[in-house]
């Protein structure tokens, strides 16, 4: 992604952010989710990679923002092939939807794991692909789905991370997240320990940051009411996917 294309995407989001009550309120519910997957110690570093406009200080106001490009609302640049980061060194590394950015996810992940300290987490939330995650991604989201493309989960020998350009496959967690197998084998010093498929009809019919919102605020409570009974079938109604590994002691 070039920087111009990246900063209308974010001022766009900023206005979403600001004409959009219920979105903010949305947006805190997920990073309350994500707060709770955290480790927490006295010198606990948490760091997000792809920020964007930063809104998860308001949850975590400890977190490390980062993005590709410098923006007024991330702490530092950060690239998720090349993190400046030394080893052992990060508690908590949060891929807010992000993850479905990453063309060569194994070689970023791998990179996510030597900064981690040993215990340390990875948090991804993305989207997730049941029939109501297809439908609304699929035909309603400018991103593609990848689901028919081969998943890349290392780059070539040759390849730099500075040669990188936009890539988005928003199929990708399901798919790789989906088999532990090959889990294991991409990244041997990391273990699963959470997969929760989250309906987010509240989010989906917020219309996000590009769609017209569908509900008024004042139903929010009972928007929040369909998400707690859709997510008992979240082969059909899941639209976010949470995926918390950690770091294997002695790694």
Known sequence: MNISRHNDEIHRNLR???NKPVLREIYRSFHRLISEQLVHGPDSRTVELG???GNIKEVIPNCIRTDLFPNPWIDRVENAYNLSFQDDTVANVILFDMFHHLRYPGTALREVCRVLIPGGRLIVFD???SLLGWIIYGLFHHESLGLLTDIRMFAPP???H???IYYAAQGNASRIFRDKSQLSFCLPDMLLIRKQRISAISYVASGGYSKPQLYPDA???AMQLVDRICDFVPCLFATRL???M???QGA
């Open 127 to 129: 989207p997730c692909m």
């Open 219 to 221: 139903l929010y409570p």
């Open 246 to 248: 950690e770091k294997k």
């Open 51 to 53: 920020s964007g406009i």
């Open 162 to 164: 500075q040669d990188d």
């Open 242 to 244: 949470l995926v918390v």
């Open 158 to 160: 040759r390849w730099s």
């Open 16 to 18: 979403a952010w600001g």
